[in-house]
């Protein structure tokens, strides 16, 4: 089964609206990673955390990650109607090589 | 192009035929991923390539999924006497290996077995 669990499945939000998404893992990780997909394309990465990490910022996002809890969260602040697409996190997890393990993804959806 | 290339974008193709999908991954990228991306699902790990070698090929789902890389460089998975439950897409993706590195995936191959 896959490592990560997602919530919400789907968000729909007004433009200049905060959107939070969160993931569970279950096993020790390297780094927690967070991909946008946008309809009927690949995955372009946003943002990496490394397991020593607790909080990382990249323009309008914000990603935070507590091993304890085996959570994360990408918070997007002052969406905008481009930023409608799935978001999915992946973990590299301790002995696991280098491949990513997907979370089930958060269809997020920004209405002007 | 400077970016992971997948071909073919689409590929309908009868059950019981083999199919192959290519990837040409970013130049310099010497570690090369292949997942499978079902309906309205996240994605899941097929096989690894380090170099032209596979280290990890645990996702492969049957015998009837194999893949080679050739000089490093491109890479092509093949589904032999596709079933109707291989219907999915096919995303690669390429990265270095040093450290904590993220992965580049091109656009994936659509692949409809009827």
């Known amino acids: 089964s896959q490592q990560g669990e997602e919530d919400p499945q789907a968000l729909s939000i007004q433009e200049g609206e905060n959107a939070t998404m969160n993931c569970s893992y279950k096993t020790s990780i390297n780094n927690l990673q967070w991909y946008r997909q946008n309809s009927g394309r690949g995955l372009v990465h946003l943002i990496l955390i490394r397991s020593n990490e607790r909080e990382k910022h990249s323009g309008r996002l914000r990603v935070t990650l507590d091993t304890s809890k085996k959570s994360s969260s990408l918070l997007i602040t002052a969406s905008r109607a481009a930023d409608t697409a799935s978001y999915f996190c992946?973990?590299?997890?301790?002995?696991?090589?280098?491949?990513?393990?997907f979370g089930t993804g958060t269809q997020l959806k920004v209405e002007l | 192009g400077a970016g992971v290339s997948q071909s073919p974008s689409n590929k309908v193709t009868e059950k019981g035929k083999d199919v192959e999908l290519r990837c040409d991954p970013i130049s310099g990228h010497t570690a090369l991923y292949w997942y499978r991306q079902r309906l309205g699902q996240g994605l899941e790990f097929l096989i690894y390539?380090?170099?032209?070698?596979?280290?990890?090929k645990s996702g492969l789902p049957s015998d009837r999924f194999s893949a080679e890389r050739t000089g490093e460089s491109v890479s092509t998975l093949t589904i032999q006497r596709t079933q109707q439950e291989d219907s999915a897409v096919y995303l690669c993706a390429s990265s270095l290996v040093q450290g904590d590195q993220p992965q580049h995936f091109g656009d994936g191959t659509r692949l409809s077995i009827l």
């Open positions: 992946a973990t590299v997890f301790t002995g696991g090589g280098n491949k990513l393990t």
């Open positions: 390539f380090q170099g032209n070698s596979a280290p990890d």
